[in-house]
Antibody, heavy 121, light 112 residues
Framework: QLQLQESGPGQVKASETLSLTCTVSGGSITSSSHYWGWIRQPPGKGLEWVANIFYTGSTNYNPSLKSRVTMSVDTSKTQFSLKLSSVTASDTAVYYC?????????????WGQGTMVTVSS | QSALTQPPSASGSSGQSVTISCTGTSSDVGAYDYVSWYQQHPGKAPKLMIYEVTKRPSGVPDRFSGSKSGNTASLTVSGLQAEDEADYYCSSYAGSNSHVVLFGGGTKLTVL
């Protein structure tokens, strides 16, 4: 059974770079049917799509975050990663990694448990 | 692209039905049959309940159904049960000139 697990610092200083990794276990990351994505949720607020990546390294970014976001994938480690630069307090959120169904308009069918990241001044 | 519009709250009595709307534009909800719905209980990760407007993943009760008309998608929960009380989010693919995924602001469903 495929599982996703986020990891990374729970606190990042303002203006620095947030770095998170998602480890995929119990299945293949090199699937031609799936993207791998990040979705975030500020405390008490709704979901916001951040970015997706295909196992070849092809990426799609939220236009509102595009200038600060970088995703990468390491198929040998079955991991994909997120970097968000120049963070501010508004980037404080629970960050989820998830698997997206390519042929279903990126419906996210498997999610990690989420990791809280707080941006401090 | 802007977020999809959902009512902030909805409610229904146990055993009744409730419908939650999700309004987008002709560039997202209206353009593609790629609307998804997620259920989120407090402190938990979202769970996919509906994809491609009407399809249910394995294990999701058939009390949950989806539909779409024009730029508005809907999630209907029939035979409301206490465990259905949660936040519900819609999502739509919004391809056009770039590959984008939009979420709605979420609807808090209360089972009375």
């Amino acid at each position: 059974q495929l599982q996703l697990q986020e990891s990374g610092p729970g606190q990042v200083k303002a203006s620095e770079t947030l770095s998170l990794t998602c480890t995929v276990s119990g299945g293949s990351i090199t699937s031609s049917s799936h993207y791998w994505g990040w979705i975030r949720q500020p405390p008490g607020k709704g979901l916001e799509w951040v970015a997706n990546i295909f196992y070849t390294g092809s990426t799609n970014y939220n236009p509102s975050l595009k200038s600060r976001v970088t995703m990468s994938v390491d198929t040998s480690k079955t991991q994909f990663s997120l970097k968000l630069s120049s963070v501010t307090a508004s980037d404080t959120a629970v960050y989820y990694c998830a698997r997206a169904l390519i042929r279903s308009g990126d419906a996210f069918d498997i999610w990690g448990q989420g990791t809280m990241v707080t941006v401090s001044s | 692209q802007s977020a999809l519009t959902q009512p902030p709250s909805a409610s229904g009595s146990s055993g009744q039905s409730v419908t939650i709307s999700c309004t987008g534009t002709s560039s997202d909800v209206g353009a593609y049959d790629y609307v998804s719905w997620y259920q989120q209980h407090p402190g938990k990760a979202p769970k996919l309940m509906i994809y491609e407007v009407t399809k249910r993943p394995s294990g999701v009760p058939d009390r949950f159904s989806g539909s779409k008309s024009g730029n508005t998608a809907s999630l209907t929960v029939s035979g409301l049960q206490a465990e259905d009380e949660a936040d519900y989010y819609c999502s739509s693919y919004a391809g056009s000139n770039s590959h984008v995924v939009l979420f709605g602001g979420g609807t808090k469903l209360t089972v009375l």
